[in-house]
């Protein structure tokens, strides 16, 4: 499992960064208030809410990209959004970023779990049961 610590990592060239994070069905938070518009979105349609915490100068979450936005499109019931933590410097403090990638799973805004680090069988295993749990929920 792969981690990388939050720091102050510019080293001062401006990389195209946002292709990478985005991507399938993974929409790229970039303002405090597209993730609130977002948030709001996912109530409205009922949808639990994937955020990865992550960071362009980050190894693991370069590696884990991929297949998040590849379950992104496996799962469409979903809504999997990606936050650069050096875009939203003070945000990603609010939510106590230690490491990156960080998942929060959200219901209705609220986290209800946490993954710290490029696990993708646990990141599975999670969405897994997210999915499993709410088509039970909705029979």
């Known amino acids: 499992m792969g981690i990388c610590f939050s720091s102050a990592q510019n080293d001062g060239e401006e990389s195209d960064h946002h292709a990478e994070f985005a991507g399938g069905n993974v929409t790229l938070v970039t303002t405090k208030d597209a993730w609130d518009q977002k948030l709001s979105e996912a109530k409205r349609e009922h949808k639990i809410v ?3 915490f ?3 100068w980050c190894g693991p979450c ?3 990209t991929p297949y998040y ?3 992104s499109e496996k799962h469409p019931s979903l809504m999997f959004l ?4 050096d875009e939203l410097t003070d945000f990603s403090t609010q939510w106590d970023i230690k490491a990156t990638p960080t998942f ?3 219901r209705d805004g609220d986290q209800f779990d946490k993954l710290v ?4 069988p646990e990141l599975l295993k999670k969405i897994n049961g997210i999915v499993d749990s709410e088509s ?3 029979m």
């Open 50 to 52: 994937i955020a990865n």
């Open 54 to 56: 992550s960071a362009s």
């Open 62 to 64: 370069r590696m884990i």
């Open 69 to 71: 936005i590849e379950l």
């Open 82 to 85: 990606t936050v650069d933590v």
């Open 104 to 106: 929060f799973f959200l």
């Open 117 to 120: 680090g490029a696990n993708k």
């Open 136 to 138: 039970r929920r909705h």
